[in-house]
């Protein structure tokens, strides 16, 4: 045989040179580019890919199953409408082991003498419909699953993927995150956290770049403060999340409460809303002619104070000697609105002839607590 027939069989794929792709009902593939979960051509793509799957894992690995169905992420990460898929898998003696019914029965962790189990991801390639395993990457022994999900964080960008694993322990949550860069690369895991009575996780876009940030909170004993919260800021630099900032709420507020006492004893009301109003808002009510004591007066929410005394915002506000403030022992920040987490502010007014008022006002933790402002009223 010539290396010209030779060459034109491999060709022709008669030696098998180069594989005839899969029949089109067989195939992994999003034939119209839709996505929609809903749709016929999805459900019929996660179809096919319970079969190749099923064919491709081999033991000691089991994929996660729940109710018979394999545990898949489909995302076509290159828009070639050839979805990459992603599965979970336990390492078990049995696929009995690998249900969902079993990895999440929250019972197994009464039990002192529950097994963990090693748990493993696998990334599979998409070439014309037809999946290859790309990677396996070790997660580690978990105690009781809890969850296996897509976390959307460059919508305009498919070319990352983050997936989001969540464990149940005594305590909460393990939660751990995964990013894949390309379909050529194994996902690495980029941070990991606790969900619990003390700790918290969320991925939200606080600074409005259109990526979404990996917040994570922490609160424990801190002499001299009482319980610290302290805030870590996990920012995508294109390659990777990589701690970006890092601040404290319990300490910060009491930094900045002690400010706004030394601001207005003294007097200093446009170095007060300057410091302490919502920049937006401020520069609004300027613009529409408000004062800066009227501004002062609106966030304190003090109006009603002053038409009890009498006298004119301006005189009113000069006359304050004294700002009486909570201890705040633990962050108060609990309810959520579109300006971030507030808490109602109760606080003692005390004027030159040392009269007292209370009033309360919302102060807000910013939508980005990393920031300028902090802390700021709304007027």
């Avoid at 990991?192 to 876009?205: K, L, M, R």
């Amino acid at each position: 045989m010539t290396r010209i027939t030779l060459f034109i069989l491999c060709c022709l794929g008669i030696l098998g040179c180069v594989s005839s792709p899969l029949p089109l009902e067989e195939q992994v593939v999003f034939p119209t580019g839709n996505t929609d979960q809903a749709s016929g051509e999805y459900l019929h793509a996660v179809s096919q890919a319970q079969i190749q799957v099923e064919k491709l894992i081999t033991e000691p690995l089991y994929p996660v199953k729940k109710r018979g169905k394999i545990l898949l992420i489909l995302h076509d990460q290159n828009k070639d409408s050839y979805p990459e898929v992603f599965v979970l898998c336990a390492k078990v003696s049995s696929p009995q082991f690998a249900d969902y019914a079993f990895l999440a029965d929250y019972a197994r962790l009464r039990n002192k003498n529950h097994n963990v189990i090693m748990f493993y991801l696998l990334c599979f390639k998409n070439t014309l419909g037809q999946l290859s395993l790309n990677s396996t990457t070790e997660i580690g022994e978990k105690p009781v699953f809890r969850s296996f999900s897509l976390q959307t964080f460059i919508p305009s960008d498919p070319g990352h993927i983050l997936l989001r694993l969540a464990f149940f322990t005594a305590e909460g949550s393990d939660i751990e995150f995964y990013l894949q860069n390309s379909p050529d690369t194994a996902p690495r895991q980029i941070v990991s956290g606790q969900e619990s009575a003390d700790s918290s996780i969320a991925v939200t876009d606080i600074n409005d770049d259109g990526i979404a940030d990996i917040i994570l909170s922490h609160k424990q004993a801190e002499d001299g403060i009482g319980y610290e919260t302290t805030m870590r800021w996990y920012r995508f630099n294109g390659k990777t999340y990589a701690l970006f900032k890092t601040t404290s709420i319990v300490r910060n507020l009491k930094n900045f409460l002690g400010n706004i006492k030394k601001m207005l004893s003294g007097g200093q009301i446009s170095r007060f809303v300057t410091y302490a109003v919502e920049p937006q808002s401020l520069k609004a009510l300027r613009e529409k002619g408000s004062s800066d004591s009227r501004i002062a007066l609106r966030a304190l929410n003090m109006d009603s104070l002053v038409s009890q005394s009498g006298l004119s915002v301006y005189n009113f506000m000069k006359r304050i000697k004294e700002l009486v403030f909570p201890d705040i022992l633990e962050n108060p920040f609990i309810s959520k609105s579109s300006l971030g987490r507030r808490f109602k502010l109760t606080f003692k007014i005390i004027d030159t002839d040392n009269i007292p008022f209370i009033s309360e006002s919302l102060l807000y933790l910013n939508k980005n607590p990393f920031g300028p402002h902090q802390f700021f009223f709304n007027p």
